[in-house]
Structures are given as C-alpha cells and as structure tokens.
C-alpha cells in the first residue's frame, strides 16, 4: 500500500487528481485556477481568513484532532471562496484534501463528490479491505467503483446483501482516519442541498469524531438549512472543536477595494447599494453596467456560469414544477408580488400558489416582504436573472399575461409598461398609448427607462402620413429623455430629426422644441448655430411677449454669456424676464435673476449682480422640491454667482441641494456644471476628499455627454483637487484632457475658470512658466476674458509663479494688480487673497515685513470661509514670525498648518509646510549654537529611548502621540525630552527637530 507522510509523497497529490473528472455542475477547489479567480472574492474577509488559518495550524501541530468550522450565510456572500482558500492552504501544508458537494439523484451525494476527488488514494487506502468491507463501501459510493478496479466485485464472488447504515458510517470513519496520514481536511459546501444521508453520515461523524487528524469544513446557507442539518452540527461531540463564522455584507470599503480602478466613486457606491454588499450581486451589476460611458460592461449575464451568479442554474432545477412556474411568474412581475396577481396569471388557485411560495421561501427564493399575501424574491438581480434565463415564448406569454391581470385591476401605466413592451406588436396603438403615458409619469424620476418605453412606442407606432405628427412628438420627448440622461449628442440628433417632422403650427410646442435644442447645442459648443436657430424661430413666433418667446431668449442670453458677451447676455436677461414676471413662471424668473446676476458680477458691476441675487434666491428658497427639480439651470447660475460674490454658504447649500436632487432624479443634463461648482465650494472648505468624489462623477458624466465645456471644466476641476492631494501623475493626465479642449483663446465664464485651475495646477507641480502661458488663454496680462471678481485669484497664482522662478520684481506687479482690483471690490476674501499675494512678495525681500499683511490675509481668508489659502497664509506667516525672531510661534504656524493639510489629505500643501517647517528648524539650531562635542551633547550621548524620543519630536509629534506610540506616560516623555535639551544644548522642540534633522543627513 502506498505510503503517505509529510515529505515528497504528499507534494504529488495535485497529480493524484484526473482533471477530465469534474462535474459540470458546481464549482470545484482542485482547479489552481479557481484560486487565482477566489483571490478578489476574499476581499473584506480577513476575519474568517484568520479563523481557517488558526483551525489548520491546530490541525497540523497536533492541537486538536477533531474539527468542525462551520461556514454559514446567504445565497453568493462568499462561502465558496473561502473555503477555495482553505483547501488551497490545507494543500500547501501537504495535508490530505477531500472536496464535495451536493450531486442530485444519488445517496451520499456530498460524500461521493468528495471521495471521488481522490479516488486513487481511498483506492490504495481500502486495497488491504475484507472482499465485505469493500464491497459495502462501492454499494455506499458507486462512483468509486467505476473508478477504482479493487472496489468492483471479482468474477464469482457473491455481493453481500446491503447492511445497516451504521456499519456504512463507521467504514467512512476508518476511511477517513486511514487516509488522515499525516492529517485530513474534508470540505463539503452547499450542504443545505445535501441529501438526508449525507446529512446522517456528517451527524454520525461528529457525534463519534475520527480518531485522527481530521478537519471537517462546511459551508451552506443558514436560512435554508432544514432541522435535520441543525440537529447534525448541535449534536457534534464535546471532543470536536468548533470554529464558527457567518460571512457578513461587504462594507463599502470593501466594495472599493474590490472594484478599484473599474469605475468612479460614486459607481462604486451605487453598486454596493444596490449589492446590499453581496458580492455575487455584486458580480452581476458590474457586468451589466458599464463603469465608464462608452465602455463595454464587465461582462454579460450569458457568459455567467455555474458558481458565479446567486441563482446557480441547478438551484431552479430542483423546485417542483409548480414552484418553478410560480418563480418565473415572479421574476416576469418584477419587485413585490401577491398571490392573487400570480394566481391569475397561471390560472391556478390561491391555495396552491401559496404552498408554492412556501416551498420557494423554503429554498430562500422567496421572501416574505409585507404582512398579507405580499412576497418578492430575494433580490432584484435574482429576478432579472431568472427572467432571462426563462425560455422566450414562456416569458413573452408570462408577460401578456402579468398585462391583463394588471389592466384588470385598471393598474397604471408604468406598471403595465414594462410587460407592455415586451408583447406589443407593430400597429397597436393601445400599447403606444400605454408607453407614452408610462413614459410621462417617470420622465422626471427616470428618463433612462422612459427613453425605453418611448423606443418601443416608435417602433410600435406605424408609419403613416396621419400620425406624422404624433411620431414627431415622441420624439421630442424621446430626445428630452436621452439629453436628461446625459446623452446629448443623440439628443441633439433626435431633436433635430423631431424639428424636420414637427409642424410649425401651433407655435409654442415647436418654439419650446426649439429652445430645448438651443441648451443641448450650447452645451455641445455649437454657439453660432443656435443663435441662429433660435432667432429664427423667435421671428417666426407671432406674439414677442409668450412665455414661449421668454424661454428662447432666455437660451440666448445663455448663449451669449458662453461666449463672453455680457452686455448682449444682460439684455436679453433682462427682456425674458419681464414676460416671466408678468406670466409669474418662478422657474424661469429665477434663471433669468441668476444670470443677471452672473452677468454683472462678471461685468464688475457688483451692487446690481447682488441685487438680482437676491431676488433669485428668494424664489428659489420658496420652492418646493418638485419646482426646485425643474429649476436646475437656475442653480448652475446663482450658484456660481454666490462663489463669484462670495456668498459661499449659500453656495454650498443650494449646490449641495441641487446634486442631491438631480442625483435622485437621473437629470444629468446640466449636473456636470452643478457638480464643478460643489467641488470648487468644497475645496474650499477644505473638503478634498468629497470634492474628488464629486469632481470624479462629473468627469464620468462630462465623458458621457461629450459636452466639450463640460468635459474641459470637469477634467480641469479633478486635475485641481488631485494636485492638491498629491496625486501629481494623474492630475497632468486630467489636465492635458482639459487642455485638449480649450480653445486657445478661453471667452466663457467655464473656459476662463478651467484655464485659471489648470495654471493652479502647473503652478502646484513646479511648471511655472505652463503657469504663466496660460495668462495668453485669458486675454493677456488685463486678463480681460476673467471676470472682475476672480482676476484677483489669478493674479495672485502669477505672483507665486514669478516667485517660483526667481523674478521677484515681476511677482511684485502682479501683488500690485491683485491689491489694486481688490480694491475697487467690496469682498473681504479678495482683499484678503491680494493681501496674501503681497505678504508673500515680502517673504522673499524682508520676511519681517510681511507679518501684517500675512496675518491679515489668515484672518480675512478664514472668515470668508476660504480655509485652503486661509492655510497657505498662515505658512506665510509662520515664516515671517521665524524671521522675526519669534521662532516658537512662526513653528507653531507651520505647524499648525501642516497638520490641518495633512488632516484633510492636501497631501502637496502638507509637503510645502513641514519643509518650510524643517527649513527653519535647521536654522534655528545653527543660530542657537547646539553644543555637538562628545564631553556635553551630541546623539552619542544619548541613550535610545531619548534617541527614539528625539527622532519622534523631529517628525513633529507631541508629547502626547509620542507617549502613546511609545507606551509610556507623557510625564515620562517630558523628563526624556528635558535630558535631549540638555545634552543636544538646545531650547526648543525646533532645535531637537533641526538636529535630529542634520544627523539624518550625515549617515
């Protein structure tokens, strides 16, 4: 008999394994592929990888014999892969490995599964067996015998008649004790479906445990495990140890790090929402959606296998007939069903659609949602993928079916909608009547699915000269849906194949039609074309003063505005709001004051710009969140005119608000525009992570539209926040997409603000004179594309530029440009930040002098609620102080800043300020004179708990991390650190920093 033991032997099991024998059904751990593809499924699953790694270490040093761990949870939460990973170690520590589940139709089914993993070796194992022995072991497990010679019965040799089960499970027990040599690991998973002997045989071995090394792992599904299965495990003997574990939803951590570098933030959060954090959902909702527009999806649900969705393709096989027609009928109704909804449409009785239910919930296909006869199968993803994988002619029948039964009980129509539009036949202009109402209840929630319903509608509707008009309304709507999705370019090209077929009497649906178009196209860069568009069609309407005419020159001034032209942008402003005010349209009345706003405050003229602000965000604060959803537009423009006016609360609350509300309602039209301005408010703020978040999703939606000022202005804004964040590599990246659309010469307000954050951003990685190239894109050095407001910001980036290259008379021109626009400016933050361009100029000449205006540039900037260049002041003004001689504080400024940096992940900042901080250390130990002979000081001298104190202070901790990260008490620090004084013959934290910092460089 072969011989099996901890050396060379054992290496060779993987070979013991015929690669033809795996079954079709369920997922194998023999395969080494199988792990690679288990290693992003173990994701968030550190816990239980602990626990198996301590249960095999136990095993295998001799700490205990028998073992049971026991892996539980719901359908796909990542049973399987844990127990892949657990038979992969138990291999690597050359331990025997039996791995099964469930086969349908025989006895012993799990049992066999696993014997018949390593049938070779139970073949060598039972070779020395009595003729009776062997002959009761082929009778348990068939499969063996067609595989091993020694357990088929000899010519002539009579087969014993079948024994009692007992004696089966003690010859498993011998076998199992034989082949533990030098140990054993059984895994059986999915044993919720294994038959009722399997679950005797597991329930006989552990009550009466091997007397050998053996391991037995199960995994299966708590909620569909029967008594039988229960009582097995309770009734396990004192002698097995039990090592237990409920596989938990992933967080949304875990998500990430699943999905990192597969889709935006906010992709990833809505799939973990949607996943519940299950990751086998989580597996499908990747493949069905596209991380990035225009990319392909993960995959599609045909390429799933066996194991990797929730429902595995065997889990319906074993429903009874009726229960299987009860779960296709569901899965064709969608969300929560009720019995009498699905007894209609099978045409069955109540009674017997519940007791089918009761055998789905028993299976946990089923859940109980509602008290009452109120069910839902257990997942949306579980669903789709039932009715997918339902055959087609008996789906199209459920669904003409699920129809009447709806229409009967006279449901609405985006409730018929979705089985509507899976029998309509072409002519039926019942269904199109259905689709086109469906389509209008869920236009404001979900445009996606109305373009669906309004697809099928066209292809429905036929093609005739008598209703022309009726397609050509459609697809107006049908264009409104795909722009509110953010597909703009087949919205432009659907609106315009709309206008071709749309008749021009009446006037205001084709006016309204046309001023939709002129948004889409502005927003696509065609300006030329739709001022032409649109004042076409205003000398078409016969009446100037309509709300219809108000809507087409309010889409002008936009126009105008985009490229540069204030004074045209006013003027039309000012004339579409009158007729909004005398036909009291608040929508329209609160865009046309936002953009007069905008438009003044670019102008320069702040006192009017203030005046129309406030009378937008009186009426935009009055409206009501359905009033407030149709009145995004007029968020995009008084939002940015409160940061242009430096009202930044309002700012952040109506922008915070607005992407709230567009988020909820699928209008991704204009919430690229409303998501630039919430990342520059939170910048601000110093909120980077939230800002990169958001700045990230406005990309993913710019790329989407292919809106070059979108994609310019969001690409510019990420590349903003990176750099901040230190993420240099792909803030150049950003930034070299946003350059690749701005025109060499910027006029919007959009362009103006991308160029001024793209030279913030070569300014930040040290390409000065990028930086300054871009002051050709706005106009030159009067900056005269800029608005009045925020020239002062610009001014204030070419004085760090001219700084950085060493041209401080140049840097000294542009602080005086900033302080003199300032001036002509009631607003606190810019004469704050032209304060701080001018501290900084001052820094380079006679740092003294530059202690006044940094610090009231620190004061000004915070309460303008400026808080990153409120902190760029405040390392100015630690310098300063340094300078001026008082070395404690100007530390405690840098320091101070640092930390704030640090804190909210301006990783680039945070640099700047510690080596300001370590630069000043450095001096300020030299000037101090640190005495370094080997008779009074120097590190020679101190012990090593002072060297690890003063290393600690050098990286600029306080007594109190550093009494925590030591261990000690901060009493304890304080005496260290008083000897470090002493024998480094300094007087402060710097001084030791500084030193510490010296002996750094010279080893």
């Not at 592929?33 to 699953?45: F, I, P, S």
């Not at 050095?781 to 700084?803: F, N, S």
């Amino acid at each position: 008999m072969r011989t099996v033991g901890w050396g060379k032997g054992l290496g060779t099991l993987d070979d013991l394994s015929i690669s033809g024998l795996d079954r079709p059904r369920g997922t194998r751990f023999t395969n080494r592929t199988n792990r690679k593809r288990w290693t992003g499924q173990l994701v968030g699953r550190e816990y239980e990888l602990g626990l198996i790694t301590r249960s095999l270490d136990n095993l295998t040093n001799g700490a205990a014999d028998s073992q049971l761990v026991e892996l539980t949870g719901d359908a796909g939460i990542g049973k399987t892969a844990v127990l892949g990973e657990l038979v992969a170690q138990a291999r690597s520590r050359h331990a025997v490995v039996l791995a099964g589940r469930p086969l349908r139709g025989t006895g012993y089914g799990v049992w066999a599964d696993a014997f018949d993993d390593q049938h070779r070796l139970v073949g060598d194992v039972v070779a020395s067996w009595s003729v009776l022995e062997r002959s009761e072991l082929a009778r348990l497990f068939p499969g063996l015998a067609a595989h091993e010679q020694v357990l088929r019965p000899e010519p002539g040799v009579e087969v014993p008649l079948p024994r009692p089960a007992p004696v089966g499970h003690r010859l498993v027990r011998e076998l199992l004790e034989r082949l533990a040599v030098p140990a054993l690991v059984v895994v059986l998973d999915d044993v919720h479906a294994a038959d009722p002997a399997s679950i005797d045989l597991l329930g006989s071995l552990l009550r009466r445990p091997p007397s050998a090394p053996v391991m037995i792992a199960v995994g299966y599904r708590d909620r569909q495990a029967d008594a039988r299965l229960r009582e097995a495990i309770a009734g396990r003997s004192r002698q097995v140890t039990v090592s237990s574990a409920r596989l938990a939803p992933l967080t949304e951590q875990d998500t990430a790090r699943l999905l990192a570098g597969r889709g935006t933030a906010s992709w990833t959060q809505q799939l973990h929402a949607e996943s519940e954090g299950n990751p086998a959902y989580l597996k499908v909702l990747a493949a069905e959606r596209a991380a990035f527009p225009g990319g392909p999806a993960g995959g599609q649900l045909d390429d799933l296998r066996p194991g990797d969705a929730p429902v595995f393709f065997d889990e319906l096989e074993c429903l009874s007939p009726g229960a299987r027609a009860v779960v296709e009928a569901a899965a064709v109704l969608g969300d929560v069903f009720d019995t009498a909804l699905v007894a209609r449409m099978l045409q069955r009785r109540e009674d017997g659609v519940l007791a089918s239910i009761g055998e789905l919930i028993r299976h946990d296909l089923v859940r109980p949602v509602v008290s009452g006869q109120y069910f839902a199968l257990r997942h949306p993803v579980v669903a789709r993928l039932i009715r997918d994988t339902t055959e087609l002619s008996q789906r199209v029948r459920l669904h003409t079916t699920a129809d009447a039964a709806l229409q009967a009980r006279d449901a609405a129509p985006a409730a018929r909608a979705p089985h509507v539009e899976q029998w309509a036949r072409y002519g039926d202009l019942d269904a199109v009547e259905v689709l086109e109402a469906a389509a209008a209840s869920v236009m404001g929630t979900d445009p996606t699915r109305a373009a669906v319903w309004l697809r099928t509608a066209l292809r429905v509707l036929p093609q005739t000269a008598d209703l022309a008009g009726r397609r050509a309304e459609m697809l107006v709507r049908l264009a409104k849906a795909r722009g509110t999705s953010g597909y703009l370019r087949e919205c432009r090209d659907t609106m315009h194949e709309a206008l071709r077929h749309l008749p021009a009497e009446p006037r205001v649906p084709h006016a309204r039609a046309v001023a939709f178009t002129a948004l889409v196209q502005r927003l696509l860069g065609a300006h030329a074309e739709t001022d032409a568009l649109v004042r076409a069609e205003i000398e078409a309407l016969d009446a100037p003063e309509t709300p219809a005419c108000a809507q087409l020159q309010f889409e002008l001034a936009c126009n105008a505005l985009s490229r540069g032209d204030t004074a045209g942008c006013q003027e039309l402003a000012t004339q579409a709001l009158g007729v909004a005010v005398q036909h009291a349209l608040n929508p329209l009345r609160a865009s046309c004051l936002g953009l007069l706003a905008m438009a003044r405050a670019t102008a320069g003229d702040i006192a009017q710009a203030r005046e129309a602000l406030r009378g937008a965000t009186t009426l935009l604060d009055a409206m009501l969140d359905g009033e407030f959803a149709h009145s995004l537009t007029a968020v995009v423009w008084i939002g940015w005119s409160e940061v242009i006016l430096e009202q930044r609360d309002d700012a952040f609350r109506h922008f915070d608000k607005a992407v709230e509300v567009a988020t909820r309602g699928e209008s991704w039209l204009v919430l690229p525009h409303l998501l630039v301005g919430y990342v520059f408010v939170l910048r601000n703020r110093g909120r980077l992570r939230e800002a990169r978040t958001a700045a990230e999703h406005a990309v993913h939606l710019a790329e989407k539209s292919r809106s070059p000022e979108q994609l310019t202005s969001a690409h510019s804004m990420l590349a903003w926040i990176d750099v901040a964040l230190g993420e240099t590599d792909q803030a150049l990246e950003s930034a070299m997409v946003a350059t690749d659309n701005t025109r060499e010469s910027a006029s919007g307000w959009c362009e103006v603000l991308a160029v001024r954050m793209l030279a913030e951003v070569h300014l930040m990685t040290r390409n000065h004179e990028e930086c300054l190239a871009m002051v050709a894109a706005a106009g030159g050095p009067d900056l005269p594309a800029a608005d009045a407001c925020t020239r002062v910001a610009w001014y204030e980036i070419l004085t760090r530029a001219e700084l950085l290259a060493g041209r401080h008379d140049a840097a000294a021109a542009w602080a005086e440009r900033a302080r003199a626009t300032a001036a002509d400016l009631d607003q606190p933050g810019r004469i704050a930040l032209a304060q701080l361009a001018t501290a900084q100029v001052d820094a380079t000449r006679c740092p003294r002098a530059a202690v006044d205006d940094a610090r009231a540039a620190l004061l000004g900037l915070e309460e303008s609620g400026m808080a990153v260049d409120a902190l760029r002041a405040r390392i100015v003004l630690g310098t300063a102080l340094w300078h001026q001689g008082e070395h404690d504080e100007g530390m405690r400024e840098l320091k101070t800043a640092e930390t704030a940096f640090t804190q909210m992940g301006a990783q680039t900042l945070a640099r700047a300020a510690r080596t300001e901080r370590r630069r000043l250390a450095a001096k300020t130990a030299t000037v101090r004179g640190p005495r370094t002979d080997t008779t009074t000081g120097g590190t020679a001298t101190l012990t090593g708990r002072e060297r690890e104190v003063a290393t600690l202070v050098g990286e600029g901790m306080t007594n109190r991390l550093i009494a925590r990260k030591l261990h000690i008490a901060e009493k304890t620090v304080e005496m260290h650190l008083s000897n470090v004084f002493a024998k480094l013959g300094v007087t402060s934290r710097s001084g030791v920093a500084a030193y510490m910092t010296r002996q750094g460089a010279t080893t």
